[in-house]
């Protein structure tokens, strides 16, 4: 497959407020997502200055003065990933969202997204790295319809996912108020909070491989709150494979964004966490009752698989 490699940078003029900042610590403060160690990284490699002065982190920066930090961005020549069609309404559509595209219309990655290839607005949202069941709307009357469904949590969706560790009991709840997570670097980040929004969610266990430490787990969430699954099973001490922002420590996420590589699992693509959005059902506009259920994802390992 043929590849191209786009250079991509960031500029930042140095103010008269900044006279005397260290570089590190102006970088930090221009790039607040990014940790200590990656701005340290990207000087030794990867910024340069306008004085043409040699940049590291201890060099105090001078107003007037432009730095410019650079990354590349691998782009694969092949086409979009395309959602695969499961139900095509009069009214709306259920679609197979592929992992590498956004459900709606994102500025760092214009027309990578599921509203743009199909050309119909959302009901919902799934992760840019989330598979599965997404239901998307053709008529006004659908938005409103769908948009009232999801608000009165008369929507019910079944998620698998592929998780680190091996779960010791067979079916398990998570109650876990969530809010965003002010300690991140990361904007949009959840975290467990007491004082958050109330969120639970049920866990099933279906399957597991002791020799990799992976489980399959069904979750269905019983609130639609921004990550939750993500975050519950977390919480629960059963990360999902792959998730850079939850499994661990943020850094990972960050280097992504910035183009960084990064040590994954053999068969996780970067970016993509193992939860798929298995089945969808609601009473559509017409009121009828309606279920659908998206394939099993072609990188789930086979060996968690279900039999039937």
């Not at 670097?185 to 399957?207: K, N, W, Y």
């Not at 597991?208 to 939750?228: D, E, I």
């Not at 009752?289 to 072609?298: F, G, I, M, S, T």
Request: charged share 25%; with cysteine; hydrophobic share 40%.
């Amino acid at each position: 497959m043929a590849t191209s490699v786009r250079e991509l940078f960031q500029e930042f003029v140095v103010s008269e407020a900044h006279r005397g900042w260290r570089l590190d610590h102006f970088l930090q403060s221009m790039i607040p997502r990014m940790s200590r160690s990656s701005v340290q990284e990207a000087i030794e490699q990867r910024v340069t200055l306008s004085s043409g002065a040699r940049p590291k982190p201890s060099r105090h920066v001078v107003p007037g003065d432009v730095v410019r930090i650079s990354f590349r961005e691998r782009q694969d020549d092949a086409p979009l990933p395309q959602p695969r069609v499961l139900l095509d309404a009069a009214q709306f559509m259920v679609v197979d969202k592929p992992a590498g595209l956004s459900t709606t219309p994102h500025a760092a990655r214009p027309e990578e997204d599921v509203a743009s290839v199909v050309g119909l607005a959302p009901a919902h949202r799934l992760d840019r790295g989330t598979t599965g069941c997404l239901v998307l709307v053709k008529t006004a009357l659908a938005a409103r319809h769908f948009e009232q469904s999801f608000r009165e949590h008369r929507v019910r969706k079944e998620y698998l996912a592929v998780v680190a560790g091996i779960p010791e009991d067979a079916s398990w709840s998570i109650d876990a108020p969530l809010s965003a997570d002010p300690s991140s670097r990361v904007p949009g980040r959840m975290r467990v909070d007491p004082h958050g929004a109330p969120a639970s969610t049920d866990c099933e266990l279906i399957g597991a491989s002791r020799a990799a430490s992976l489980a399959l787990v069904r979750a269905r969430p019983r609130s639609g709150r921004r990550h939750q699954v993500r975050v519950h099973l977390a919480e629960s001490g059963h990360p999902i494979a792959g998730d850079l922002l939850y499994g661990g420590d943020e850094r990972h996420f960050i280097r992504h964004q910035l183009g960084q590589g990064l040590d994954l699992p053999e068969g996780i693509a970067p970016g993509r966490h193992l939860l798929h959005a298995s089945t969808i059902s609601f009473e559509d506009p017409g009121g009828h009752l309606v279920r659908v259920e998206a394939p099993w994802p072609d990188d789930f390992p086979d060996d968690l698989r279900p039999a039937n």
